[in-house]
């Protein structure tokens, strides 16, 4: 079946511009993850959504940084004003969130350089 | 912070067992040992995870030891499409984020 996927893969922008990362979770997963991956560094959270519940902002850098999932499903990251230090891969995950244990189903991340 | 500490990296023999170990001395009754692994330009990938007993799967086996202040994640047969950074993460069962070290990396060689 489908996994989680990312869009768009690469995205080149302008110090200062504005840029919008898209992720589709897997169906029917109820939670979604974004990480991100600077070069030579390990992987960091960024934001989880859970269902209906607010979501955990609690890894997000600055106000710059913000995302929203619309209808349980779709999210997208949003960094406005981006900085040269804002180059990262930016992954998302999903997941079902069940009580079992919690697999997280990462995508292929969307490599994002700022000029 | 990462609550585990393991060695920044691993060299193994394709075809032999690859044994990567993970120290988390603090962890809580209630966290269990989750291992997960990133191929350079890849997502990560879940490997396996554990409470207190050992646990194995088509991928690798996870040996906790009895006060659950370590573990090893076992390849048995390690071939070079296992080369990646490996993953120890501690944490409770359900739901919320991963908090990620910075790994072991894992070669395998020919």
């Known amino acids: 079946g489908a996994g989680v996927s990312q869009s768009p893969s690469n995205k080149v922008t302008e110090k200062g511009k504005d840029v919008e990362l898209r992720c589709d979770p897997i169906s029917g997963h109820t939670a979604l993850y974004w990480y991100r991956q600077s070069l030579g560094q390990g992987l960091e959270f960024l934001i989880y959504f859970q269902g209906n519940s607010a979501p955990d902002k609690s890894g997000l850098p600055s106000d710059r940084f913000s995302a929203e999932r619309t209808g349980g499903s779709v999210s997208t990251l949003t960094i406005q004003r981006t900085q040269q230090e804002d180059s990262a891969v930016y992954l998302c995950a999903s997941s079902f969130d069940r009580a079992s244990y919690n697999e997280q189903f990462f995508g292929p991340g969307t490599r994002l350089t700022v000029l | ?110």
């Not at chain 2, 993460?89 to 908090?99: P, S, T, Y």
């Open chain 2, 1 to 110: 912070d990462a609550k585990t500490t393991q060695p920044p990296s691993m060299d193994c023999a394709e075809g032999r067992a690859a044994n990567l170990p993970c120290n988390h001395s603090t962890i809580s009754g209630n966290e269990y040992v989750y291992w997960y692994r990133q191929i350079h330009s890849q997502g990560p990938q879940y490997i396996i995870h554990g409470l207190k007993n050992n646990e194995t799967n088509e991928m690798a086996s996870l040996i906790i030891t009895e006060d659950r202040k370590s573990s090893t994640l076992i390849l048995p047969h390690a071939t070079l499409r296992d080369t990646a950074v490996y993953y120890c993460i501690v944490r409770v069962e359900k739901g919320g984020k991963l908090i990620f070290g910075q790994g072991t990396e894992l070669s395998v060689k020919p």
